[in-house]
């Protein structure tokens, strides 16, 4: 590696880690809310393509931050955050590239019995597999991006994926053609089986 490179890398990692601080910040910031939003869809959840209420509630908070989404037949979303980069855009007004970040939205039969007191109101539904919190997590990072478009060379789709518990709400959102033009698809599941602020990281 020559001498030019090595700088340009020393200063590309400087850069994340910048925005990396910047990102970690703003989430301290909203912490409160995004466990109001968990707690909103934990007491509200709806099984496998029927969730309706889910969707417009996903809806409208996805238009109160001013966010373009269209609604996907079986209630998946699919919402944009456009960058302002100086290079987001091509000289033909394609962006650079295109991230894909994405939560499910379905719930479990299962009847719960925490007593918590954001516990299921649908009797016989549950938030079992924390697809609440992904929901929750997935807004954050939509008001975190919003704050930062000059950061985005390019755009970040979101994507609210049903019907995950049933295998079927990835690929009528693949048939709908959401990831034809998406450079990389990221998707994160939380897993009781390690530590808060540990991530696991795989292929697949």
């Known amino acids: 590696m020559s001498s030019a490179e090595k700088a340009t890398k020393k200063q590309c990692n400087q850069e994340c880690c910048k925005v990396s601080e910047e990102i970690k910040q703003r989430a301290a910031g909203m912490e409160k809310e995004i466990i109001a939003e968990r707690r909103y869809f934990h007491k509200h959840p709806e ?3 029927k969730e309706t209420e889910t969707a417009n509630a996903l809806c409208w ?3 109160s931050m001013g966010i373009e989404y269209t609604r996907v037949p079986g209630n998946g979303i ?3 955050i456009k960058g302002t980069a100086p290079d987001a855009y091509d000289a033909e007004g394609n962006p650079r590239r295109r991230i894909a970040l994405r939560s499910d939205i379905d719930a479990l039969p299962v009847t719960e019995l925490t007593g918590a007191p954001y516990a299921s109101e649908n009797e016989g539904v549950m938030h079992a597999c924390g697809h609440d919190c992904h929901m929750s997590m997935l807004l954050g990072a939509a008001r975190i991006l919003l ?3 000059d950061e985005i060379h390019g755009e970040v789709r979101l ?3 049903p019907a995950e518990e049933l295998g079927l709400g990835a690929k009528a959102m693949v048939d709908a053609g959401l990831l034809a033009d998406v ?3 990221i998707g994160a599941h939380n897993n009781p089986n390690y530590a808060p602020g540990q991530i696991a990281v795989g292929p697949e």
Do not use: C, E, P
Request: no cysteine; aromatic share 6%; glycine share 6%.
């Open 47 to 49: 099984l496998s393509l």
């Open 61 to 63: 908070r996805l238009a």
């Open 147 to 149: 704050g930062m478009t």
């Open 183 to 185: 450079s990389a698809a």
């Open 159 to 161: 994507l609210f994926q």
């Open 78 to 80: 699919i919402a944009t």
